[in-house]
């Protein structure tokens, strides 16, 4: 066992993930400051000790914040480590700039190569995240990485909440396809695809599906849910060939943009995203979003690695 403890500190916004981690965890949140001067520059200070302890840093990046709540975890990572904590680790379960993962076109750069690079250089020992968009950006990362899964979670919630024995699983495209045969697997459902052609960025022309739907009901899986356009057209796809209803559970629910006004008016019955990003705001408009809490995946690995334990086990389990 560590001779040192577990310290956590937050961001003074999005902190609703955090407590919760903090309640599983059975301790509280650091004592810590962090404001803006009139110039608009960011200032931080920790109110107790640090000195040897193992601290994790928890932040909740959403859409429209995400270079502010990036600056902010730079900054606290680089205040604990000139406070001599003995290891830092980044718990950032929607890993920002995920997306931007290789160079897609002239003269364009690999941010998500250069956010490993800046928390690297800020002092951080370790990051925890979970279902990053492209699995290749664990090698970016000089120090180890945990990229954890929301698979046992969503399988819960399946099995708590929707009649699945007539449900099938529906991957939205085909780069989710390996995702979805994997959760129909741990669920003994079959699983269909939906092949979408885009006209341009974010904006889907037309959806064809591969698979038999009649009567089911439709589970679309996915990583991330931007302006959602994408699950409103699937869902008209999916009832125009006979599926009883259409539900869809995705791991971030980033919502930017027109989403919400997106999913109050498509023939989706719920969408299921997890609380890796903050929108408690955007339930409060929306009546068919829902929410899956992940504070006990991430209490449980912050646990595990603070004794040295394997995390491995989270890949397939839900904690007890």
Known sequence: MPNNSIKLLAPDVHRGLAELVSKRLGTHLTSSKL????????????????????????????A?????????LLIM????????????TAVIPNFPYARQDRKDKSRAPITAKLMADMLTTAGCDHVITMELHASQIQGFFDVPLDNLY?????VRYIRENVNFNDAIIISPD???AKRAATLADRLDLNFALI???????????????????????????DDMADTCGTLAKAADVLLENKARSVIAIVTHGILSGNAIKNINNSKLDRVVCTNT?????????????????ISGVLAESIRRLHNGESISYLFKHYPL
Not at 64 to 72: A, I, P
Not at 150 to 154: N, R, Y
Request: glycine letters at 8%.
């Open 195 to 221: 092949h979408k052609e885009r006209a341009r960025a974010n904006e889907v022309s037309r959806m064809v599906l591969v698979g038999d739907v009649r009567d089911k009901v439709c589970i679309i899986v």
């Open 277 to 293: 990003v903050p929108f408690e705001s955007k339930m409060k408009l929306c009546p068919k979003l829902d929410v899956i809490d």
């Open 150 to 154: 929301a698979e046992p979670s969503v």
């Open 77 to 88: 990572i680089n205040a604990s480590k000139t406070a001599s904590a003995k290891r830092i």
């Open 174 to 176: 085909a780069g989710g």
């Open 64 to 72: 429209g914040d995400v270079n502010d709540r990036v600056l902010e």
């Open 35 to 62: 404001e803006r001067d009139p110039t608009g520059e960011v200032t931080f200070s920790i109110g107790e000790s640090v000195r040897g302890q193992d601290i994790f840093i928890i932040t909740q990046i959403g």
